[in-house]
């Protein structure tokens, strides 16, 4: 298969594919389920894209291969640059920095050097894959670096970057001691796109202060004349396509099914995340236990199904939170439930798409409450499911997703008696209330998709001013 002159090139920590053992025993490629696959995926075929990224593990270098139709280019890690590359730099330094200190930063020099080599190597990969004057579209905090180094080999590429988390305010980020590199990193970009206008703001911002160019609103003009662009591009999901897939005979079914096993209780609340100290779990677990000890609700009448998706095991933050919420359960059920009736029913493990979609349509309240998040597709997921308007939304002001979901209960995930009155009015509205709110919200997901955002992002990094490169439509 040919790689060589791509007029896309996609550059992203991860390769949108996961290795699978198929039934004889030989390693094929599948997939990876997620919102930006089905966004980035359109884009990729109309332009005849090129995927660069990690497709995990250590092993041994692969050479480029196509999935689904997906030319995707394979780049190895070593042991030593996935602990300090992705586990050290990107999940322990700029993870918990960039989401408003939940969990303390580290900050270790040998992570930056592993950050600065790793980043170097897929720009490298990239500048050779390019055609003349392609368009690169960049992904995530895992690759800040990468737009610079890209535009330094290659000035005749136009460089789009994409922050799927969270950019911190100036006051936080200014901890960081490379704070000045990653800003110019990201500068060689020449548009950079953010989930809220408020992190377009902070960086503009930062920029100004600390690195002394003229900006104007969303712009920054830089002294060798170029102009790059800091807007705001809120991702989201596949609608239509959540909404088939629940609306399907074994969907609804399995759905059925699962309240079924639940010993049907009156309402089902639901929370489905990344085991991540970012989204709010423990806290949300306790209001609504403290909820069932406090005799407002009853184990006969209300279960919370709570599905943590294994996440970077190896960092020891997450280990620490997983062991807390693993007493936090026991207790709360051995406290609380009664045969056969636990408070909560917990699942330390990850699902196909479909069983997700089960499960949003089981739910009666799905409950969203992260300290900080970039987006949030879980709580569009939710609302692309609910057929019938039915169902409630509890979520978190911190979440980039509560600026679009505002008939949502808002909650502050950080006031327990806040969020155990939030989770009691959205159990106990009335149906007239919950569709009124629901109707609005599937609305909002409907008209802003996934492929909304993909074209809003391809068009407009087309047409800023003073970049160069030839333009790729969506
Ligand atoms: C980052 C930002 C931003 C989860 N468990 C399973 C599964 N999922 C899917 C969900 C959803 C996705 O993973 C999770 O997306 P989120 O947005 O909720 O959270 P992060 O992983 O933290 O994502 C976030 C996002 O990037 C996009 O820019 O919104 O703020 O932090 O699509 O459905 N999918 C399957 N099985 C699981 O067990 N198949």
Redesign the pocket.
Same mark, same amino acid.
């Given at each position: 298969m040919s790689t060589v002159s791509a007029d896309l090139v996609i550059v992203a920590n991860r390769l949108p594919v996961d290795r699978v053992e198929q039934p004889d025993g030989t390693m094929g490629w599948r997939t990876s389920?997620?919102?930006?696959v089905t966004a980035i995926e359109p884009v990729m075929r109309a332009n005849d894209g090129t995927w660069i990224g990690w497709p995990g593990g250590t092993d041994e270098d692969l050479e480029p291969f196509e999935a689904d139709g997906m030319k995707l280019v394979p780049m190895s890690m070593t042991q030593a640059e996935i602990e300090g590359h992705y586990e050290g730099f990107s999940n322990a330094t700029l993870w918990p920095l960039y989401h408003d200190l939940v969990a303390k930063p580290e900050f270790h020099r040998e992570w930056w050097d592993s950050y600065v080599s790793v980043n170097r190597r897929f720009a490298e990969k990239a500048a050779e894959l390019a055609s003349e004057g392609a368009t690169v579209w960049v992904h995530d905090y895992q690759m800040q670096l990468v737009p610079l180094m890209l535009r330094e080999l290659r000035p005749d590429l136009r460089i789009g970057f994409y922050l799927?988390?969270p950019f911190p305010p100036a006051e936080l980020f200014q901890q960081l001691p490379w704070r000045r590199q990653l800003l110019e990193g990201l500068l060689g970009a020449d548009m950079i796109g953010f989930q809220l206008p408020g992190g377009a703001q902070n960086f503009v911002r930062l920029v100004r202060q600390r690195v002394g160019h003229k900006t104007h609103r969303d712009l920054v003009y830089l002294p060798d004349g170029r102009t790059v662009r800091a807007a705001a591009f809120p991702?989201s999901?596949d609608a239509a396509g959540f909404e088939a897939m629940a609306r399907s005979e074994p969907v609804a079914a399995r759905a059925a099914e699962i309240r079924e096993a639940l010993g049907n209780p009156r309402k089902v609340f639901l929370g489905?995340?990344?085991l #991540?100290y970012t989204k709010g779990i423990y806290a949300r677990l306790r209001a609504f236990s403290e909820l069932i000890a406090d005799g407002h609700l009853d184990v006969e009448d209300a279960v919370f199904v709570q599905?943590a998706?294994p996440s970077r095991e190896q960092v020891e933050q997450y280990r620490i939170l997983r062991d807390d919420i693993d007493r936090l359960v026991g207790r709360v059920n051995g406290d609380l439930g009664r045969i056969g009736r636990p408070a909560i029913s917990y699942l330390h493990s990850?699902?196909?798409?479909e069983e997700?979609a089960a499960l949003y349509r089981a739910a009666d309240v799905m409950v969203v409450t992260p300290y900080r #998040?970039?987006?949030?597709?879980?709580a569009k997921?939710y609302v692309a499911c609910r057929l019938e308007d039915t169902g409630a939304l509890v979520l978190s002001e911190f979440a980039?997703a509560a600026n679009e979901l505002r008939q949502a209960w808002l909650v502050n995930p950080y006031d327990i008696n806040g969020m155990k009155s939030a989770l009691l009015d959205a159990y106990s509205a009335d149906d007239r209330e919950t569709r009124r709110r629901m109707k609005a919200m599937r609305r909002t997901v409907a008209q802003n998709d996934v492929a909304a955002w993909a074209d809003a992002f391809m068009s407009e990094l087309a047409e800023v001013p003073g970049s160069h490169g030839k333009a790729v439509r969506p």
């Open positions: 389920p997620g919102g930006l799927h988390i991702i999901i489905i995340d990344r #991540d599905v998706v990850s699902y196909p798409r997700m #998040d970039g987006m949030n597709l879980v997921e980039g």
